[in-house]
């Protein structure tokens, strides 16, 4: 649905500098045939309608995807409406405030989203139904009404002059119309039927209710509503002398009736601005060939610069795509620790030094050097760079290679890759840049079972970012492409353990002493707000710390685990780790309610013992990760078992 409501956001935005057009154009035109009008009014309900459109450069639109796809998705959401200035001024409120957070699980753009979504599908709702029920209800006011001739019937409910209905269209009189008023009214409502008026005016009600959020939509319906009473009045009053002119006027003055509200039926003979009516009848004459001419042209050129879409660059499935960090930039450390989520496991693996010339390179070694040597000097350069991907989809194949002459076989690696760059201050480590951004990597496998690359995909980013991302991984079987394009798009998915693993390995690095540290971050977090502050104002007042506590992943759960089982963890201090420790095992969480960080702690112990034995260690293994980093903690202290014992 989010997706939906995206697509309608640009569409109306695109719309909206034709409405703007067409609002300027009807001032200079002001002499012009309303029945052009009428039609420019057409095409900016094909524009709204239509959910493409061709490129051009002659158009005047800035951008039609003013929020791409990706903002679902990114780590500093963005607009790209084509103005710089309203770009500058948007996108740091933007990032600042619904960027997404690894520490937590649910996206802030996506929450905004979906309920903008939900607001837009209840808005559109509610108007459809107030469109219906007052149909009904004005049919039901008709009941009695008397045939008068052929589709033209009268009654007294009828407060003036109206068309209703779509397939039979029917004219209502009300009862107290002079004869000279009538011959007026019917020419006029009888117009409206041969314009096809009361089919123009229920689509443009239901356009209505789709972008109902638009106010310049809502302007656009109510001059369209008008122009149609003029382009009727003019069809009418044609060959009319002034004489007649006057009568048809004084009928229009008879039958006017205020209106306050906005409908989609019926075309009644008395609404929309009579005075400017009367005023338009009177001084009606028959516009000069060359306004028409005018007219017409400016029609053209309407649809030309405004029916299409400003080019964008041409999208390169074959070479690399150039991708900027924007797609998905963060301020984050990283690592290079590899994850291959083949079917369904998930495993992982690091490699701090670079292999010999002539070893044989496994895929991930593989999909690993590539992806450092793609991104090398693309970064503002630390000191240590590592990456992290998560393989999505495989798809093995083959080419003819002239050079080798015979057929090679080929595989394509779709992967979410995390690219990261390192400084160390002798105490800690800071990231110096990095992206995360899904790639398609190409391999030629040759006699050796060696993996020679020939080409390294990334989507554009902006607004091409989602559409580039469904064409290049809808390449894949369709039993495998769903999952992959939704992997590909949900970034929040894998970013917090990658960004983890890209920690391990830079501290591994550096030989970092992570226990001092994370105890560091811990005395930050405690050193304020006050003395009698709740726990959870420590841990509110110190989001940085907190983050970077998640980042340092295991290696803070084995600070939290040793401090807690050391005991005497009952104050402040157990509290915060409490609330650490719960955001890094996630779903082994303890539903539990404790006084003290330590009461809380002593219970999961507890609990992750007699899991390990109604479950067994393979199954917690699998199913609590967490759990047995805790029990292979316990083992080495007591010396009872070996870290092996425990590897997973």
């Given at each position: 649905?989010?997706?939906?409501?995206?697509k309608?956001?640009?569409?109306?935005?695109?719309?909206?500098?034709?409405?703007?057009?067409?609002?300027?154009?009807?001032?200079?035109?002001?002499?012009?045939?309303?029945?052009?009008?009428?039609?420019?009014?057409?095409?900016?309900g094909?524009?709204?309608?239509?959910?493409?459109?061709?490129?051009?450069?002659?158009?005047?639109?800035?951008?039609?995807?003013?929020v791409?796809?990706?903002?679902?998705?990114?780590?500093?959401?963005?607009?790209?409406?084509?103005?710089?200035?309203?770009?500058?001024?948007?996108?740091?409120?933007?990032?600042?405030?619904?960027?997404?957070?690894?520490?937590?699980?649910v996206?802030?753009?996506?929450?905004?989203?979906?309920?903008?979504?939900?607001?837009?599908?209840?808005g559109?709702?509610v108007?459809?139904?107030?469109?219906?029920?007052?149909?009904?209800?004005?049919?039901?006011?008709?009941?009695?009404?008397?045939?008068?001739?052929?589709?033209?019937?009268q009654?007294?409910?009828?407060?003036?002059?109206?068309?209703?209905?779509?397939?039979r269209?029917?004219?209502y009189?009300?009862?107290?119309?002079?004869?000279?008023?009538?011959?007026?009214v019917?020419?006029?409502?009888?117009?409206?039927?041969?314009r096809?008026?009361?089919w123009?005016?229920?689509i443009?009600?239901?356009?209505?209710?789709?972008?109902w959020?638009?106010?310049?939509?809502?302007?656009?319906?109510?001059?369209?509503c008008?122009?149609?009473?003029l382009?009727?009045?003019?069809?009418?009053?044609?060959?009319?002398?002034?004489?007649?002119?006057?009568?048809?006027?004084?009928?229009?003055l008879?039958?006017?009736?205020?209106?306050?509200?906005?409908?989609?039926?019926?075309?009644a003979f008395?609404?929309a601005?009579?005075?400017?009516?009367?005023?338009?009848?009177?001084n009606?004459k028959?516009?000069?060939?060359?306004?028409?001419?005018?007219?017409?042209?400016?029609?053209v050129?309407?649809?030309?610069?405004?029916?299409?879409?400003?080019p964008?660059?041409?999208?390169?499935?074959g070479?690399?795509?150039?991708?900027?960090a924007?797609?998905?930039?963060?301020?984050?450390?990283?690592?290079?620790?590899?994850?291959?989520?083949?079917?369904?496991n998930t495993?992982q693996?690091?490699?701090?030094?670079?292999p010999?010339d002539?070893?044989?390179?496994?895929?991930?070694e593989?999909?690993s050097?590539?992806?450092?040597e793609?991104?090398k000097?693309?970064?503002?350069?630390?000191d240590?760079?590592?990456?992290?991907?998560v393989t999505?989809?495989?798809?093995?194949?083959?080419?003819?290679?002239?050079?080798?002459?015979?057929?090679?076989?080929?595989?394509?690696?779709?992967?979410?890759?995390?690219?990261?760059?390192?400084?160390?201050?002798?105490?800690?480590?800071?990231d110096?840049?990095?992206?995360?951004?899904?790639?398609?990597?190409s391999?030629?496998?040759?006699?050796?079972?060696?993996?020679?690359l020939?080409?390294?995909?990334e989507?554009?980013d902006?607004?091409?970012?989602?559409?580039?991302?469904?064409?290049?991984?809808?390449?894949?079987?369709?039993e495998?492409a769903?999952a992959a394009?939704?992997?590909?798009m949900?970034?929040?998915?894998?970013?917090l353990?990658q960004?983890q693993?890209?920690?391990?390995?830079?501290s591994d690095?550096?030989?970092m002493d992570?226990?001092?540290f994370i105890?560091q971050?811990?005395?930050?977090?405690l050193s304020?707000p006050?003395?009698?502050?709740?726990?959870?104002?420590y841990?509110?007042?110190?989001?940085?710390e907190?983050?970077?506590?998640?980042?340092y992943?295991?290696?803070?759960?084995?600070?939290?685990?040793?401090?807690?089982?050391?005991?005497?963890?009952?104050?402040?201090?157990?509290?915060?780790m409490?609330?650490?420790?719960?955001?890094?095992?996630?779903?082994?969480?303890?539903?539990?309610?404790?006084?003290?960080?330590?009461?809380?702690f002593?219970?999961?112990?507890?609990s992750?013992?007699?899991r390990?034995?109604?479950?067994?260690?393979?199954?917690?293994?699998?199913?609590?990760?967490?759990?047995?980093?805790?029990?292979q903690?316990?083992g080495?202290?007591?010396?009872?078992?070996?870290?092996?014992?425990?590897s997973?």
């Amino acid at each position: 649905m989010e997706t939906v409501f995206i697509k309608i956001l640009n569409m109306s935005i695109a719309a909206g500098w034709m409405i703007l057009a067409v609002i300027l154009l009807r001032s200079l035109l002001k002499r012009a045939p309303k029945a052009l009008r009428c039609f420019l009014w057409l095409l900016v309900g094909i524009r709204l309608v239509i959910p493409f459109s061709w490129e051009s450069v002659w158009s005047l639109i800035p951008s039609s995807d003013v929020v791409g796809n990706d903002i679902l998705y990114s780590e500093t959401p963005a607009i790209h409406s084509g103005i710089d200035l309203l770009d500058q001024a948007v996108n740091p409120v933007l990032s600042g405030s619904l960027a997404p957070d690894t520490f937590q699980s649910v996206n802030p753009m996506q929450v905004a989203a979906g309920l903008a979504s939900m607001v837009w599908v209840f808005g559109t709702a509610v108007l459809l139904l107030y469109s219906a029920v007052s149909y009904l209800r004005l049919r039901r006011r008709l009941f009695d009404a008397v045939r008068l001739r052929d589709n033209i019937w009268q009654s007294e409910k009828a407060a003036s002059p109206f068309v209703l209905g779509l397939f039979r269209p029917r004219i209502y009189l009300p009862y107290h119309l002079s004869e000279p008023a009538i011959s007026h009214v019917i020419a006029h409502e009888q117009a409206h039927i041969q314009r096809h008026d009361h089919w123009i005016k229920p689509i443009a009600f239901l356009i209505l209710t789709v972008y109902w959020f638009h106010p310049l939509v809502w302007l656009a319906y109510i001059l369209l509503c008008r122009d149609i009473e003029l382009a009727c009045d003019e069809r009418v009053i044609k060959d009319m002398d002034l004489e007649n002119k006057k009568e048809y006027s004084e009928a229009l003055l008879s039958c006017s009736v205020p209106r306050h509200t906005i409908a989609a039926c019926p075309l009644a003979f008395g609404e929309a601005g009579v005075r400017l009516r009367i005023k338009n009848v009177l001084n009606h004459k028959k516009p000069a060939f060359w306004l028409i001419l005018a007219a017409l042209l400016s029609c053209v050129v309407l649809s030309v610069c405004f029916l299409t879409n400003p080019p964008g660059p041409e999208p390169d499935f074959g070479e690399n795509a150039s991708a900027s960090a924007t797609a998905y930039e963060f301020q984050t450390p990283s690592g290079m620790d590899t994850v291959h989520e083949a079917p369904g496991n998930t495993g992982q693996k690091a490699e701090p030094e670079a292999p010999e010339d002539n070893a044989l390179l496994t895929l991930d070694e593989s999909i690993s050097a590539a992806i450092l040597e793609h991104n090398k000097g693309s970064h503002q350069g630390g000191d240590f760079a590592c990456e992290s991907h998560v393989t999505l989809a495989e798809q093995p194949g083959e080419r003819y290679s002239e050079e080798a002459g015979a057929a090679v076989e080929t595989l394509q690696v779709y992967a979410m890759v995390l690219y990261m760059e390192f400084q160390y201050d002798g105490n800690s480590i800071s990231d110096t840049g990095g992206s995360h951004i899904p790639c398609v990597l190409s391999f030629d496998l040759d006699e050796h079972g060696n993996y020679h690359l020939t080409n390294y995909w990334e989507p554009r980013d902006g607004s091409y970012y989602g559409p580039d991302i469904k064409k290049r991984f809808g390449q894949l079987p369709p039993e495998t492409a769903a999952a992959a394009i939704a992997g590909a798009m949900d970034t929040q998915k894998y970013i917090l353990p990658q960004i983890q693993q890209c920690y391990a390995q830079a501290s591994d690095y550096w030989q970092m002493d992570t226990d001092a540290f994370i105890g560091q971050l811990f005395g930050t977090i405690l050193s304020s707000p006050a003395a009698d502050a709740s726990p959870a104002a420590y841990i509110d007042g110190h989001p940085l710390e907190v983050r970077e506590l998640t980042y340092y992943g295991d290696d803070t759960l084995r600070y939290i685990f040793l401090e807690f089982l050391a005991g005497g963890q009952t104050g402040l201090k157990g509290h915060v780790m409490r609330y650490v420790m719960d955001g890094l095992i996630g779903n082994e969480v303890l539903d539990l309610e404790a006084a003290t960080g330590q009461e809380y702690f002593d219970a999961w112990k507890s609990s992750v013992q007699l899991r390990l034995e109604e479950e067994g260690m393979e199954a917690l293994k699998e199913k609590a990760p967490k759990a047995c980093l805790l029990l292979q903690m316990l083992g080495e202290l007591s010396g009872e078992l070996s870290s092996e014992t425990f590897s997973y």
